[in-house]
């Protein structure tokens, strides 16, 4: 091989990862500074949104999703109780709990059951912790 080919094959291929994330929250501001910041960092991956926990259900028994960022206060079912029922539809799938309520007992809760702890509020900090669940 010639050292011009080698030079070539040296050279890094950058990896870019096809995610879906959904994105529950119900204030479309908090949803759309989250998607903004991810596609940011991530301009190849797809970004859905839910209102709410129960259309967060309905959204991931239609079609299946690789990482979720779930708002924690929201009306109807919580974010926690959204996201223990979710993990019974996806049970591999890296499931962040977002809010501004930083109390040690509610981030326990959110540990316990196996999911991420991210504070409000959304900044780039919180994408890259989004984006470490899934490797990217």
Known sequence: MSPESD???ALP???TMSIRLLIVD????????LQGL??????QWTIL???SGEEALQMVRESPV???SMDFNMHGINGLEAALELRKILPDVPIAILTANVQSVLQERIEEAGMVFIPKP???SATAQLAALVGA
């Open 66 to 68: 690789d990482l979720v």
């Open 49 to 51: 949104h839910a209102s």
């Open 38 to 43: 991810a596609l940011q960092a991530h301009p």
């Open 7 to 9: 030079s070539l094959e």
């Open 26 to 33: 119900d204030s479309r501001m908090s949803r759309l500074i």
């Open 122 to 124: 959304i900044t780039a």
């Open 13 to 15: 291929v950058p990896f």
